[in-house]
């Protein structure tokens, strides 16, 4: 397949509700992620490693469609990700934990336009289900706020609750040490070598660095080149990923994101990532994205609950 272009594939698109049927769904962004380097730098007494990263939202992702029901159910529409039931969906599992802790008794209708590919390292699970929590609390009128949803994320993930928070930020502990960060403005060619990585297997690999040296912001913003402790033990496993790598070499340094088997290569200017797209050869999955200031779930949210309109309906903020 030759390389396409998908940074305008509607993850920023606000919500728009569908009266088609009688009832209405919104539509909220679920925004991919990057980890422009991974560092694991010890390991917890509980056998959890010990993070630095740093997290870049993108402005391209999947899309999930919600719609308030008045039954208490909450039903996943369409496929879910091989392999999982229903009941094990992380948008499902966020909805019924929102559900739970806000003693709410309403329920929701999900259904999900996925983009982002499972075990890319893009974050598409967890954004998925940051996005149920922060939609369903508003559309809910549940207000748990944005720290209460944080910690509700963790319950179901490490990288849930930056796509909660909706910043780009520097990350420690497990990942759930949130510090926001700026970023310049930056465009990024994407590619899935279309290998789901086994995440749990990876962090048992024998030939994964698990003690290096602790980085600063300031080695960050210096440009020290600070790698992915995942990206040796991949590149040597999967030829798939070695592949991937060779051909972004051509236009750039690439860039192995997360545990996945994602990798990108970082450019100053949307016409420079998608001029070199077009440099890479047929046969890869590969497109172009955006790196995005803030979450465009947030701003999903502010278009349709400006904070004026939910203060005085409600009495809060969000």
Known sequence: MAPTSQSDAGANAAPVDDHSDGRAWSLWPAPAKLNLFLRIVGRRADGYHLL??????????????????????????????????????LTVRAALLLQKEANSGQGADILIEKRIPAGGGFGGGSSDAATVLVALDALWGTDLGVDRLAELGLRLGADVPVFVRGENAWAEGVGESLRPIELAPAWYVLVDPGVHAPTAALFQSAELTRDAAPATISDFVSGKPLGNAFEPVLRKRETAVEAAFAALSRIGSPRLTGSGSGCFVEFATRETAEAALLELPSGLRAWTAGGAGRSPLHAALETRFPQGRRQEAQGTRF
């Open 52 to 89: 630095q990263t740093v997290f870049r939202l993108l402005d391209w992702g999947d899309t999930i469609r919600l719609r308030p029901r008045d039954d208490g159910r909450v039903v996943r529409h369409g496929a879910s990700v091989a392999g999982v039931a229903e009941h094990d969906d």
